[in-house]
């Protein structure tokens, strides 16, 4: 207990509450100059992806899961409207490959590899 009657709970018994991604900071991906910066990058399953709009006009943004002969499968993100300054979270709880791109400027695209 404290000094003020609240009873004390060691980290320990805390630590299995939350995953490790769950504490860590999003990787930060921008949106600038009519590109994904970085335009490849590798995280961990449950991390966590920020994408920044740093133009000064709107993007479109759909991440979908990417198999090795190419086809896009699964849809984890289906076009989020990014306007000019905002910024948005999404997680990948799969490892594997996966594409983003902006449905609004042709070229406009990044993969990300998720590992364990």
């Given at each position: 207990?404290?000094?003020?009657?609240?009873?004390?709970?060691?980290?320990?018994?805390?630590?299995?509450?939350?995953?490790?991604?769950?504490?860590?900071?999003?990787?930060?991906?921008?949106?600038?100059d009519?590109?994904?910066q970085?335009?490849?990058?590798?995280?961990?399953?449950g991390?966590?992806v920020?994408?920044?709009?740093?133009?000064?006009?709107?993007?479109?943004?759909r991440v979908?899961?990417?198999?090795?002969?190419?086809?896009?499968?699964?849809?984890?993100?289906?076009g989020?409207?990014?306007?000019?300054?905002?910024?948005?979270?999404f997680?990948?709880?799969?490892?594997?490959?996966y594409?983003?791109r902006?449905l609004?400027?042709?070229?406009?695209?990044?993969?990300?590899?998720?590992?364990?």
């Open positions: 207990m404290n000094d003020k009657g609240m009873k004390l709970v060691p980290l320990a018994c805390l630590a299995g509450l939350w995953s490790v991604g769950a504490l860590a900071a999003p990787v930060v991906v921008f949106e600038r009519i590109a994904y970085p335009e490849a990058l590798t995280v961990h399953v991390d966590k920020r994408v920044e709009n740093k133009d000064p006009f709107d993007h479109k943004t979908q899961q990417q198999y090795a002969d190419g086809r896009l499968g699964a849809t984890i993100v289906a989020h409207v990014d306007k000019p300054g905002a910024s948005f979270t997680t990948l709880d799969r490892p594997g490959t594409e983003v902006c609004l400027h042709d070229g406009m695209s990044a993969v990300i590899r998720v590992v364990r």
